[in-house]
């Protein structure tokens, strides 16, 4: 049995002749140790290295690093350990200490690295039950992925469909020593008190669950992935595209979708723009706010840093900014990079022939009160206040609010970067200058 397990690490892991290192993350437990071992013995020529984390949640956390230490020295392995301090947030103590484990595993992981990890079918059932009462959907339910993106590398599962007895025979068998959690039998953990008190009376009364499940998972996968293709379709049908602050679709054609769909494709957005994928409730009122609502109001739905607008056609996903004090006046020089979290970066490049004429002994001032405000940009004969120009170029409000309005002794000598004023344009042979704004988080 411990032999098969090996040919099936070996097997596996040809598809990965490339990778420069394997990083095992090394608990100590039997499970990561069966793997350490497993990998070692293959005679790779790749470098290996045993990754331990550290999280300080127990009395014997430091020994079970200085097992794991001595291992790795005796198997002639590279060691890193790395403690952390696991911030509860809200979520319960097994997933801020699992987050805090990954943001470890995907900063060590460089481009080239694999890191293996010793998940088996048994985790597996227990995170789809975990899951199940959650109420995820087939994405969650379809279980640990055996292969995905992480830090520069990737996460690779060799062993995620064998039981987990057939790991414990291995390490049984090579007289390997490993560390007991204690925390493993405490049952005001979910996992353990699945494991401890649900799974074996279902196994009990249904000796093929395990199999069942297993199916289950692959039917939820296989539907997830189609999912992902449909919402695929859907989206590039919407034309999404990058703005100068935040990104956008279409919505005439989500308007001709199922809300089911519409959910799809909201989903895989705001995946591509960084932004953390609402919950059900939050899609629901984005769909009944931003795509159901009157044409001419204005939506604007907020969640974890992030908000979703509708301007002339399109939705926005953007990040919120900070409030903006359009009373206050900013001076600088052109020499200057005025930065602001609440209107991004303002600069100025000098251009023969373009842009602002200046007296460079005397500072610029930057305001954003556009109340009454008139503007005639160059190559315009007569003026118009910014609200009119604004809507003529079709430049959302979040952005007009924001756009600096550029001053030399009280002369308005450009809109942001938006425009300059014809009265302050230079000649064609003239040294000026081009303002440059850039709104950022």
């Known amino acids: 049995m411990s032999d ?19 990083i095992v993350a090394y608990s100590g437990g039997a499970d990561s140790h069966a793997l350490l071992h497993a990998v070692v013995s293959l005679g790779l020529p790749q470098e290996i290295l045993a990754l331990h ?26 060691f890193f350990a790395e403690r952390i301090a696991v911030v509860r947030n809200g979520t319960g ?11 470890i595993f995907s ?18 059932v227990e995170t789809f039950f975990l899951r199940l009462l959650r109420g995820s959907g087939v994405r969650g339910l379809g279980g640990m992925p055996e292969w995905r993106r992480l830090g520069g590398g990737c996460l690779y599962r060799p062993w995620l469909a064998r039981p987990q007895m057939e790991l414990r025979a ?20 979910d996992r353990n008190f699945l494991r401890e008190q649900v799974l074996p009376v279902l196994r009990t009364r249904w000796p093929q669950a395990d199999q069942s499940i297993a199916r289950s998972m692959d039917w939820c996968g296989e539907a997830d992935a189609v999912n992902d293709e449909l919402a695929e379709i859907d989206y590039f049908a919407c034309y999404p595209h990058a703005e100068r602050f935040g990104f956008s ?28 994928i609402p919950g059900h409730k939050i899609l629901d009122v984005i769909q009944a706010q931003a795509m159901d609502s009157r044409m001419d109001s204005s939506p604007q739905i907020e969640w974890e840093g992030w908000q979703c607008r509708r301007f ?35 600069s100025f490049s000098s251009v023969c022939g373009q842009g ?24 315009r004969e007569h003026s118009q206040t910014l609200k009119k120009l604004f809507q003529e170029c079709a430049i959302p409000p979040w952005l007009r609010e924001r756009t600096p309005l550029i001053y030399q002794d009280q002369q308005l000598l450009a809109v942001g970067d938006w425009w300059i004023c014809a009265d302050a344009t230079v000649n064609e042979n003239e040294q000026g200058y081009l303002p440059q704004w850039e709104l950022t988080v």
């Open 53 to 78: 984390v550290n999280h300080g949640l127990s009395p014997n956390a430091d020994a079970w690093q200085a097992h794991c230490a001595s291992v790795a020295h005796d198997l002639g392995v590279g």
């Open 249 to 276: 679709l279409a919505y005439s054609y989500l308007l001709g979708l199922s809300r089911a769909r519409r959910r799809n494709v909201l989903r895989l957005w705001f995946m591509r723009c960084g932004a953390p």
């Open 93 to 103: 103590l097994e997933n801020a200490a699992r987050q805090a484990r990954y943001d």
């Open 312 to 346: 002339q056609g399109r939705l926005y996903a953007m990040p919120q900014l900070p409030p903006l004090d359009c009373e206050r006046v900013w001076q600088c020089s052109v020499d200057d990079l005025l930065s602001n979290a609440s209107f991004g970066q303002l």
């Open 170 to 189: 291995y390490a049984i068998q090579h007289q390997l020593q490993w560390v007991e959690d204690e925390s493993n039998s405490d049952l005001g953990f």
């Open 4 to 22: 098969g397990l090996r040919e099936l690490l070996q097997e596996k892991l040809e598809g990965f002749h490339d990778a420069e290192r394997f």
């Open 356 to 379: 602002m004429r200046l007296d460079n002994a005397r500072p610029l001032t930057v305001s954003f009160a556009r109340e009454g405000v008139r503007c005639r940009p160059h190559g």
């Open 107 to 124: 900063n060590r992981v460089g481009y080239g690295d694999v890191l293996l990890m010793a998940h088996h079918a048994d985790d597996q």
